[in-house]
């Protein structure tokens, strides 16, 4: 085990300084920054003047070189619109998109656990076609567009969910709070994780089902079935069991891309996560905290698939993390 973290722990290192540099290099074509910053009754003179002082004339190898030694310290830049550490600013907003995430990864396991097992079991059944059916739908909707039918249908039409905001938090410590310990927090959440959750559900409960499909055809079931074991027994214990490693393959990654998703969520529902400030540091062409958004849902990722990893080795035995 120790030998697998410290191999994964140099992969993510590798992995990371690939994402700093392709992060650090769009940031040219992203636009001028002084642009936003000074306005255009400025000179061209004091322009580049203000580019040689902010260091943006530098070959970029100087840049990145600077980036990377400031990076390894923690700073990952100053925010040209805040004028603050970009970093500070992102985990300022970080607990409102992992709020977002955590609600749509419950709704997932909740609904697809269950659909999918029974649809596995009965596949001919017509409320299994009916949730094929749906699944199917539901992976072509586009995002932006289940919520904007959600907000007209519980919003508009019947009053019975907030359509924007994070509504009322609570102060855990200074710089951090969670709409998870509050009624109000917890009503605004209901919407924008059922939008984020229908992007995975469909897809959960279809790999479910298929999974466990192919379980109950192997010959250690059929074995299970002669010796007169209890139905539950072999559906729940036998075979939902071994169909759980290929789901926590995807889910590790599916998790990690919800972070990249909430984008579109947040903007809709205006709500105040990473998402909704990187759309915003892109029209302000806040090039510090557009690299510090991509290093730090590279990180989520890198941090993600390690958890996984170790997941298997609980889930199946039979994994061996330090082998060759």
Known sequence: ??????RRLFQALVVMF????????????????LREM?????????????RDEMGLNDPFLTQYGRFLGKAVQGDLGTSYFFKEPALDVILKKLP??????????????VFSVP??????????????????????????????????????VFAIELGWMPAFGRGETFQITENLDTALLTADGLHHLIL???????????????????????VLQSEYIKFAWAKGISPWRVYFLHAFKNTMLPV??????????????????ETVFQWPGMGFLFLEAVNRVDTPLIVAYLIVVGAIFVVTNTLVDLIYGFVNPTVKLTGK
């Not at 000074?38 to 203000?50: F, H, P, Y």
């Not at 009965?122 to 199917?136: A, D, Y």
């Not at 924008?192 to 192919?214: D, G, N, Q, V």
């Open 18 to 33: 690939v994402i700093s540099i392709i992060s650090f290099s769009i940031q040219d074509n992203l636009g001028d920054p």
């Open 115 to 152: 659909l999918g097992i029974y649809s596995a079991i009965n596949p001919q059944s017509i409320f299994s076609k009916i949730i094929m059916g749906v699944s199917t739908i539901g992976i072509s909707v586009p995002v932006f567009l289940t919520a904007i039918g959600l907000i007209y």
């Open 192 to 214: 924008p994780s059922f939008t984020l959750a229908s992007i995975m559900l469909p897809l959960f409960i279809r790999l479910i089902r298929s999974e466990m499909m192919e």
């Open 38 to 50: 000074l306005g255009q009754s400025v000179s061209e003179e004091q322009r580049q003047a203000m």
């Open 1 to 6: 085990m120790f030998a697998f973290l410290i």
């Open 248 to 265: 926590i393959t995807v889910g590790g990654v599916q998790i990690g891309t919800m972070v990249a998703y909430t984008i579109l969520t």
């Open 96 to 109: 409102a998109t992992l709020e977002l995430v955590f609600g749509a990864t419950l709704i997932i396991i």
